[in-house]
């Protein structure tokens, strides 16, 4: 099996930073394209960004030069580094990853989501 798990939520101030981070675990070969997706209450879930294993990112428009994507192979793990935060940014952050498993066959899993709140 296999898990992500993510962390470093919470509740900050407009203007403020949070570092997002989601650790893979279990039976994984490698793992390729890393992303973070939101939602927020009654919207569909949105892409926010997405690193390739060779580092390669890319952003929705929105956060582009507010928030950072990086992973660290060694640990399985990516995050979100988010900066000059606004309210509209209150979602639930959530993970999604591709894995190759020792059998050779790729799968797409989704951790459980961190709620990041923006607020005054």
């Known amino acids: 099996q296999v898990q992500l798990v993510e962390s470093g939520g919470g509740l900050v101030q407009p203007g403020g930073s949070l570092r997002l981070s989601c650790a893979a675990s279990g039976s994984i070969f490698s793992i390729n394209h890393m992303r973070w997706y939101r939602q927020a209450p009654e919207k569909p879930r949105e892409f926010v960004a997405t690193i390739s294993s060779s580092g390669s990112a890319s952003y929705v428009d929105s956060v582009k030069g507010r928030f950072t994507i990086s992973r660290d192979n060694a640990k399985n793990t990516v995050y979100l580094e988010m900066n000059s935060l606004k309210p509209e940014d209150t979602a639930r952050y959530y993970c999604?990853?591709?894995?190759?498993?020792?059998?050779?066959?790729?799968?797409?899993?989704w951790g459980q989501g961190t709620q990041v709140t923006v607020s005054s």
């Open positions: 999604n990853a591709d894995i190759l498993r020792p059998n050779m066959v790729i799968n797409n899993y």
